[in-house]
């Protein structure tokens, strides 16, 4: 039987979104996320391979604005709820979406596109490159400890519903995204997210909690959290499961560590997603005790080479040609003479020798700052034609910030 691809329409939603859960294991979500997926939907960029009636392959695109080193914020493709029946894999399902998903992100005026992937392997052939990377501890606080900078103690804690204060959280979350590439810039109805809290995902833990942190009765900072009692019979050893935390300054984000260090008949603050260069880690008495480890985040697609390439500063003056391999979307194969410096850059054709040359999965994978191209070059993935054009590439491209997605989509 011959498959079909086609727009979703409301009247598809229940199957299509049963078609997804099915693929990720069968399990149906809680009722508020499947009711805020829904409302999040927009049904013009969402589309899915229909076999007559049965939907055998979904995916979809949010419309964001993603923080790029040199803080703007650029149109971006959030593609999202990918996925194939099991019944149908390895008929070109997954080929034939992602080839008219990036055809529609390129017809819409958008340079890129995101993801976060179930899996790494699956999304390198599309042109998708590993960008950001997350922090998870299990920080053990009955035996780390905090040194916190001046002005800790001046700043005035207190605990919150988190519904009462959502919209000025989300105001001071809303001055944050431009300082650290990656970040997305919440649009309607995303604020939503921050408070979804279905009692299924809780698994044990507490419903949501927030302190806020202020000074002179302004906002500067906020946790919100959950925690899980454990008892053994030495007492008690509960943890602190941190979901979101941000902070204006240096004080406020110590003040509210120290908050969550300090909670009651708790041994462990477990940290799910954090950048890696967390200031966290430079206010612990012990690393080791903190259990770190990284995982990759945030993937990324330049689905037009020199607008992307514009769209971002460089953190010192680069004059490259870069030859690019992109056998998917061919429009962005060859070379680009890249000029750039922190205020600004040009990116444009050129038939001039190439000084470098790598393909768009590699070039994406150090778009955002957290990939250096020198380390893609000791792996073999990317090559120097010209003496000191990689050093000189690799310190422009890089980022004095970790690049960090806060939130999955």
Not at 112 to 134: C, D, K, M, N
Request: net charge negative.
């Amino acid at each position: 039987m011959t498959t079909e691809l086609r727009d979703l329409r409301q009247e598809d939603w229940d199957a299509y979104y049963g078609t997804l859960e099915l693929a990720f294991g069968g399990v149906a979500e809680a009722q508020e996320e499947h009711e805020l997926w829904n409302k999040l939907t927009e049904f013009d960029r969402f589309f899915g391979t229909w076999e007559g009636e049965t939907c055998v392959g979904t995916t979809g695109a949010f419309s964001f604005r993603l923080s790029v080193p040199g803080g703007s914020l650029v149109d971006t493709a959030g593609v999202t709820m990918v996925s194939v029946a099991a019944t149908h894999r390895r008929r070109g399902i997954l080929t034939s979406m992602m080839r008219r998903q990036l055809d529609d992100v390129r017809a819409k005026g958008e340079c890129l596109a995101v993801l976060t992937a179930s899996e790494p392997a699956i999304y390198g052939r599309f042109g998708y490159g590993a960008a950001t990377q997350a922090l998870k501890a299990e920080i053990d606080t009955s035996r780390v400890r905090l040194s916190v900078p001046a002005g800790t103690d001046d700043v005035r804690l207190r605990y919150a519903k988190p519904a009462d204060v959502h919209d000025a959280c989300e105001a001071l979350y809303a001055r944050r995204v431009s300082e650290r590439p990656g970040m997305l810039a919440r649009q309607p109805g995303w604020e939503r997210l921050g408070l979804l809290d279905p009692e299924s995902e809780r698994h044990g833990a507490s419903p949501l909690q927030c302190v806020v942190a202020e000074r002179d009765g302004e906002l500067v900072g906020y946790a919100r959290y959950s925690v899980k009692p454990d008892w053994d019979a030495a007492g008690p050893k509960g943890a602190v499961r941190l979901r979101d935390l941000e902070a204006l300054d240096p004080a406020a984000n110590a003040a509210l560590w120290q908050f969550l260090f300090g909670i009651d008949l708790t041994s462990t603050v477990e940290v799910h997603s954090r950048p890696t260069d967390d200031a966290v880690l430079q206010l612990v008495s012990d690393v080791r005790r903190c259990r770190l480890r990284v995982a990759d985040s945030l993937y990324v697609r330049l689905v037009e080479v020199g607008a992307a390439l514009e769209a971002r500063t460089y953190r010192a003056p680069v004059n490259v040609v870069l030859e690019v391999e992109d056998a998917f979307c061919p429009w962005n194969a060859g070379r680009w003479r890249l000029k750039g410096d922190p205020k600004g850059a040009i990116c444009e054709r050129t038939e001039d020798e190439a000084d470098l040359t790598l393909s768009v999965r590699d070039l994406a994978s150090a778009y955002l700052g957290g990939v250096s191209l020198t380390s893609l070059a000791a792996a073999g993935r990317v090559r120097e034609l010209r003496q000191g054009a990689l050093a000189e590439a690799s310190l422009a491209f890089g980022s004095d910030v970790a690049p960090w997605l806060p939130h999955g989509f």
